[in-house]
């Protein structure tokens, strides 16, 4: 299956040639490739296919189908086939090129460590310093054990622990 341009009245259109039989087993419905098309993953699929004086609309013959948006397009006799996965194989080859890229390489600075840098991290593992308790909390022991620190007046408790 070869796609080549061929002439017509206004210019040239672009079209299949030696195209195998198994490809022109056209069913209303199914999915098609019309030739400009080809290798793109744009979906199409058969409404009719009419035979040269059949439609008044397709006097040489063609085909009408609709993409996935519902706009509907009209092809030539030699300009739709049917979709395979072979059709459409351009699109799966980029697909794959992609997945079976290689991992971007990360990199990494490497900066060196003055001695008065190289204590910091002794630093973090040392003892939090103890949080001052806020002067004005109630400080009675919960029922789990822990003091509370709910803020009242200076020198008196919380409504839970009068």
């Not at 017509?8 to 490809?23: C, M, N, Q, R």
């Not at 840098?117 to 054990?145: F, L, M, Q, S, W």
């Amino acid at each position: 299956m070869k796609i080549v341009e061929k002439r017509w009245e206004y210019g040239t259109y672009i079209a299949f040639d030696e195209v195998p039989a198994e490809l022109l087993k056209f069913t209303p419905g199914c999915r098609v490739v019309p030739a400009p098309y080809a290798g793109k993953p744009d979906a199409f699929y058969l409404v009719a296919r009419y035979e040269p004086g059949e439609n008044r609309y397709f006097p040489k013959g063609g085909f009408e189908v609709v993409t996935d948006g519902s706009m509907r397009r009209s092809f030539e006799l030699d300009q739709v086939v049917v979709w395979t996965d072979g059709a459409n194989s351009k699109k799966k080859a980029t697909v794959r090129k992609k997945q079976d890229a290689a991992p971007k390489k990360v990199r990494v600075k490497v900066t060196k460590v003055s001695e008065d840098k190289a204590e910091a991290p002794a630093a973090k593992n040392a003892a939090a310093p103890v949080a001052k308790k806020h002067p004005h909390v109630c400080g009675a022991t919960k029922k789990d054990g822990t003091s509370c620190q709910m803020r009242t007046a200076e020198g008196t408790r919380c409504r839970h622990h009068k």
